[in-house]
């Protein structure tokens, strides 16, 4: 059964940075387009980005030019770098594979952004 196992959430003020990571195990990691997701309270849960394994990357509109997300296939790890945070940003945060997502998902991470 596949973990995943998201880490690096946490409160920040509005314009700052965070650096989330997500460790996968129980499955192959290098040959999957991998992708970042959140779920804001009351709100249907939705793509941030996305990584496919040739290191071809999509980004929500929303995201575009402040997130920025990265791999390391020897390590099973994937990674969101967030900057200029807005509040609208807030949301637990969520990695998975991008096409035919694994089961269950983790337990995500909190990223609150506020003054």
């Known amino acids: 059964q596949v973990q995943l196992v998201e880490s690096g959430g946490g409160l920040v003020q509005p314009g700052g940075s965070l650096r989330l990571s997500c460790a996968v195990s129980g499955s192959s990691f290098g040959a999957h387009m991998m992708g970042w997701y959140r779920q804001a309270p009351g709100k249907q849960r939705e793509s941030v980005a996305s990584?496919?394994?040739?290191?071809?990357?999509n980004y929500a509109d929303s995201v575009r030019g402040r997130f920025t997300i990265s791999r390391d296939n020897a390590k099973k790890m994937l990674y969101l770098q967030m900057n200029s945070l807005k509040p609208e940003d807030t949301a637990v945060y969520y990695c998975?594979?991008?096409?035919?997502?694994?089961?269950?998902w983790g337990q995500g991470t909190q990223v609150t952004v506020s003054s």
């Open positions: 990584i496919s394994p040739g290191l071809i990357t």
């Open positions: 998975n594979r991008a096409t035919g997502h694994w089961n269950p």
